[in-house]
């Protein structure tokens, strides 16, 4: 019973950890008038999951040698990795009204130079995969307890490079390293299967020697967690790849199934989804308040 509760605070605290950086992931993105929207939204869960109680890190120490390591290859998604980096403590929420602006930390793509808690420069679609093989792959050299963790979307997956270092890292056999792959069905040009049809990305994974699996319900942030702690447990012979169905835009209307990249925020548009976010809150509330969590 005791266990049961704490399993459902848990969640309950994840779910009001994801609403949170949904949230300020819209403050940043409204202040600044524009942006990468549709795809850091689709996301959110997925980052809420592994910082709210996967990746061992320390925010007073962000260069901790010994930290576990995220690499999101989808860099454009820079402002709701910076939502859950304030909220977990890495930099001041203040800084979150800097976005992009002259001086700023925090740029539209994200930078590992200017940006405490983030690991790797990334923006260039379909680079950051390799990236985080190599980053796996040099720790584990060192001998070092560090597990790797790569967001990618699935259009970068039309890259040739991202299944060069799916074929090494099933080569060198990395069981340190976790791809978390954004199905999110849009990219630039339109639709994934419209653009170049991925089919079964699970299937073609396992055909590349890694160990895959598919969550149904990319916002479930309870199931996603379980996901990743069960991949953890059960898969130490190789890679691993957890298939993530999600909706671009999830959370603001507007961008909701939209094949948009990059679009202008409207005030209206704006406070509709942020009205939304309240009602979203006092229903987890509220089921927080039966569940006695």
Not at 47 to 60: E, F, T, W
Not at 103 to 128: C, E, F, I, N
Request: with cysteine; aromatic share 6%; glycine share 10%.
């Amino acid at each position: 019973m005791m266990e049961d509760l704490a399993k459902e605070k848990q969640i309950w605290e994840l779910e009001r950890f994801a609403l949170e950086i949904r949230r300020r992931t819209l403050e940043e993105l409204h202040n600044l008038g524009a942006g990468h929207l549709g795809g850091c939204m689709s996301m959110v869960e997925l980052l809420a999951a592994l910082y709210g109680g996967v990746l061992r890190v320390d925010p007073q120490n962000p260069q901790w040698e010994d930290r576990d390591r995220l690499v999101v290859s989808k860099g454009h998604a820079g402002p709701a990795v910076y939502a859950a980096l304030a909220l977990k403590g890495f930099f001041p929420l203040e800084m979150l009204n800097t976005l992009n602006r002259p001086g700023t930390r925090l740029p539209s793509h994200m930078d590992a130079g200017k940006t405490p808690g983030v690991d790797m420069t990334t923006g260039s679609l379909g680079q950051g995969v390799s990236a985080g093989v190599g980053i796996a792959l040099a720790n584990r050299i060192k001998g070092k307890n560090v597990h790797v963790y790569i967001i990618a979307g699935d259009g970068e997956c039309d890259e040739g490079q991202v299944w060069e270092a799916i074929l090494f890292a099933a080569a060198q056999k990395l069981d340190n390293v976790t791809l978390l792959i954004d199905r999110n069905h849009y990219q630039l040009d339109g639709g994934t299967e419209e653009v170049l049809g991925l089919d079964s990305l699970e299937e073609k994974l396992r055909a590349f020697g890694w160990n895959a699996v598919s969550v149904a319900d990319g916002h479930d942030v309870g199931l996603i967690y379980q996901t990743l702690l069960e991949a953890r447990l059960l898969y130490k012979d190789g890679p691993t790849a957890i298939v993530v169905d999600t909706v671009k835009g999830k959370g603001y209307p507007a961008a909701m199934h939209a094949p948009n990249h990059h679009m202008f925020i409207t005030d209206e548009d704006f406070h509709e989804a942020m009205r939304e976010l309240d009602e979203e809150e006092r229903r987890i509330l509220k089921r927080g308040g039966q569940n006695n969590v």
